[in-house]
């Protein structure tokens, strides 16, 4: 279930925000907002987002069954890019995995949260149990906003994936339980 886009929003500092699913015609401007995201982050993405070829790749491979991206736009800019990946069989078809990325300059206003939210309520709607992220152990900035944004973690499998710079790090596991927790039975 996809809930009815685009919706307008407005961030702590006052800006105004329409959220919206990606579409094939966001393929430039999307490169264009993973080229602003500083190396030090892009370090330790799973994809080499600098790379056209992979938001290209992204764009052909787009179907909504899949992966459920959700954008943030200020002024018809992409400033924030969330996205929601299932899988409809097989053991893990009640877990979701959530990817996060906010353009620097909008950081700390409220919109990884609010992105959070909309791929939250997607998740539901598609009866998901569970929401993963995934992340490098020397991610510590993300790693605390993930904290706070409901996500706890789970399993740390150490010196398991490489960076974009070829180095070993620790792949950490967090996870946001989706289930209401149920009413104390009272007798
Ligand atoms: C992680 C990220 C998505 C957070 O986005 P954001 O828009 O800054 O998030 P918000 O402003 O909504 O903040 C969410 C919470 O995290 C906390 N937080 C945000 N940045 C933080 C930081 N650098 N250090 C510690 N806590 C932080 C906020 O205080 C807030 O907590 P609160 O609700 O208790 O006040 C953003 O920093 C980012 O894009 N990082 C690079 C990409 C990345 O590493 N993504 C993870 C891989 S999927």
Same mark, same amino acid.
């Given at each position: 279930?996809? !809930?009815?886009?685009?919706?307008?929003?407005?961030?702590?500092?006052?800006?105004?925000?329409?959220?919206?699913?990606?579409? !094939?015609?966001?393929?430039?401007?999307?490169?264009?907002?993973?080229?602003?995201?500083?190396?030090?982050?892009?370090?330790?993405?799973?994809?080499?987002?600098?790379d056209?070829?992979?938001?290209r790749?992204?764009?052909?491979g787009?179907?909504?069954?899949?992966?459920?991206?959700?954008?943030?736009?200020?002024?018809? !800019?992409?400033?924030?890019?969330?996205?929601?990946?299932?899988?409809?069989?097989?053991?893990?078809?009640?877990?979701?995995?959530?990817?996060?990325?906010?353009?620097?300059?909008?950081?700390?206003?409220?919109?990884?949260?609010?992105?959070?939210?909309?791929?939250?309520?997607?998740?539901?709607?598609?009866?998901?149990?569970?929401?993963?992220?995934?992340?490098?152990?020397?991610q510590?900035?993300?790693?605390?906003?993930?904290?706070?944004?409901?996500?706890?973690?789970?399993?740390?499998?150490?010196?398991?994936?490489?960076?974009?710079?070829?180095?070993?790090?620790?792949?950490?596991?967090?996870?946001?339980?989706?289930m209401?927790?149920?009413?104390?039975?009272?007798?």
């Amino acid at each position: 279930m996809v !809930k009815h886009y685009p919706k307008h929003e407005k961030l702590r500092d006052g800006t105004e925000v329409v959220v919206r699913l990606m579409v !094939k015609e966001d393929q430039g401007a999307l490169s264009g907002f993973f080229q602003k995201v500083p190396q030090e982050d892009r370090l330790f993405f799973r994809d080499d987002v600098a790379d056209p070829a992979t938001i290209r790749a992204w764009v052909d491979g787009l179907n909504y069954d899949r992966v459920l991206p959700v954008l943030a736009l200020s002024d018809g !800019k992409v400033i924030g890019d969330g996205t929601l990946h299932r899988r409809e069989r097989g053991w893990a078809r009640h877990v979701g995995t959530v990817r996060l990325v906010i353009d620097p300059d909008y950081r700390e206003k409220g919109l990884g949260t609010l992105l959070i939210g909309e791929l939250v309520d997607m998740a539901k709607g598609l009866k998901l149990e569970r929401l993963v992220v995934q992340l490098m152990g020397t991610q510590h900035a993300a790693l605390s906003a993930f904290r706070h944004l409901g996500f706890e973690r789970e399993a740390i499998v150490y010196q398991h994936v490489k960076d974009q710079a070829g180095r070993p790090q620790d792949l950490v596991i967090m996870i946001r339980d989706l289930m209401e927790t149920p009413e104390p039975v009272s007798f």
